[in-house]
C-alpha cells in the first residue's frame, strides 16, 4: 500500500507531464497562446538550464546531476518506506514524478529534437504567468506541470511537515525508556 502511494502519483505526474509537453511542442498553434489576457500564456521554450533558467553548467553535467539526485531521493524513500506516512509518501510522489518527468526530456529531446544525444535534451517549458505591474514582470519563470507539482509538494510539505512526517523518537530512546520503565517497577 504504501509502495503503491508513493508511485502512483509519480506515474501520473510523468504522464500528465509528458503529454501537455508534447502537445504544445507539436501543436505550433499553442507555442505562444494567451489563456488569460495579461496574465497567463503559454509559451513554448526549451531550458537547456536548471530551475528558473538557471544556465551554469553544460545540459549534459545538469543532467547526471539531476538523476543522481532523483536516484538518492527514491532510495532513502525506499528505506523509509516502512516509518513513512501517506501523505508524505503521496507528496513525495509528487515531487519524483515532477523529477522523472523533466529528466526524461532531458535523456531524450535531443534526439527528438535533432540537437543532441543522450543527456543533452532540453526541458520543455510552456507555463507563462505574463502578469506585469508597470514594467515589472511579477513571475518572470516559464514552467511545466513537473515544475508545478514538485513546487507544489515542497510548499506543503514545508507549511504542513509536522502533520505529514511521522514523529520518530530519538535513536536509542526506547532502549532508555524501556530501562527507566524496569527500574521503576524494581523499585515498586
Not at 505526474?13 to 489563456?35: C, G, M, N
Amino acid at each position: 500500500m504504501k509502495l503503491f502511494t508513493l508511485l502512483t502519483p509519480a506515474v501520473v505526474v510523468i504522464a500528465f507531464d509528458q503529454y501537455t509537453k508534447w502537445l504544445v511542442r507539436t501543436s505550433p498553434e499553442l507555442h505562444r497562446w494567451e489563456i488569460i489576457e495579461g496574465w497567463l500564456e503559454f509559451y513554448y521554450i526549451q531550458n537547456s538550464g536548471m530551475a528558473m533558467g538557471i544556465d551554469i553548467l553544460p545540459t549534459h553535467v545538469i543532467s547526471m546531476i539531476s538523476i543522481t539526485a532523483t536516484i538518492g531521493i527514491f532510495a532513502y524513500l525506499l528505506w523509509t518506506l516502512k516509518h513513512s506516512g501517506l501523505g508524505y509518501l503521496f507528496f513525495m510522489g509528487l515531487v519524483l514524478g515532477g523529477a522523472l518527468g523533466n529528466i526524461t526530456d532531458r535523456l531524450i529531446m535531443g534526439y527528438i529534437e535533432g540537437y543532441g544525444g543522450l543527456l543533452d535534451g532540453h526541458v520543455v517549458d510552456f507555463i507563462y504567468f505574463s502578469l506585469r505591474i508597470n514594467d515589472w514582470t511579477v513571475f518572470p519563470y516559464i514552467f511545466n506541470v513537473a515544475d508545478i507539482a514538485i513546487s507544489i509538494s515542497i510548499i506543503i510539505l514545508l507549511i504542513f511537515g509536522n502533520y505529514l512526517l511521522p514523529e520518530e523518537p530519538p535513536s536509542g530512546s526506547q532502549d532508555i525508556m524501556e530501562q527507566e520503565g524496569a527500574a521503576k517497577e524494581q523499585t515498586n
